[in-house]
């Protein structure tokens, strides 16, 4: 879940700098964007990462095409992969937060950071970035919390060579009937989920008291 809420964020970042910075007509063919996988099934998206990611999928035969490898390479049932599809799947989860966000940043604050002598990347990451704060801890709960439950998208591009613990659980109790043991790991699931999410909002508020200050 971590991995995933981090991949999606180095991926929602620049696609929400990109939307704040376009014009009107640009950012309603990026809302779209974003906002068309929503009205997907998750299902469908991740049967669509198995037809990229198989050994005769698009990836391998682009990369055997280019002479990068000489056969395909196994891309299915990796959990590089599988984090990348989770990231992709909820994307959106994290793009609109930070979209959110930085629309409320005032553009008089990056004028006044360009005045006083700080280049691009300076105001980015000393005005931009911390200011966005909010948003980039609603993103990353919101995808660190799907990624952890995503029963279908971790059985699918997972496959039977990883095992996390939403699996587990429906294999310990629809297929192993062993009820207590399936509500136990439940429970230890949903608490370190909370602990994250804790940890994450008290970050938020000690961050946001800081801006303040």
Not at 31 to 44: E, Q
Not at 125 to 136: D, E, Q, Y
Not at 154 to 182: C, D, E, K
Request: charged share 10%; glycine share 8%.
């Amino acid at each position: 879940g971590l991995a995933t809420a981090g991949v999606a964020l180095v991926l929602g970042y620049p696609l929400a700098l990109l939307f704040v910075s376009s014009s009107a007509r640009i950012q309603r063919v990026l809302i779209l964007l974003i906002v068309l996988p929503l009205l997907t099934s998750a299902v469908v998206r991740t049967f669509a990462w198995v037809v990229f990611l198989g050994r005769q999928g698009l990836v391998n035969e682009t990369l055997v095409w280019l002479g990068v490898i000489g056969a395909p390479i196994p891309l299915l049932y990796t959990e590089p992969m599988l984090v990348l599809t989770l990231a992709q799947i909820e994307l959106p989860l994290m793009a609109l937060p930070l979209i959110s966000a930085l629309s409320l940043i005032d553009p008089r604050l990056k004028e006044a950071s360009t005045a006083l002598g700080a280049g691009r990347w300076r105001t980015l990451f000393l005005v931009i970035v911390p200011l966005s704060l909010p948003g980039v801890i609603a993103g990353v709960l919101l995808v660190f919390a799907a990624a952890c439950g995503a029963l279908v998208t971790q059985s699918i591009v997972g496959g039977g060579r990883l095992l996390f613990m939403p699996m587990y659980i429906y294999q310990q109790g629809m297929q192993g009937q062993n009820w207590p043991f399936a509500a136990a790991i439940s429970l230890m699931l949903l608490a370190s989920v909370l602990a994250v999410v804790a940890a994450l909002n008290s970050f938020g508020r000690i961050a946001t008291r800081h801006l303040h200050v």
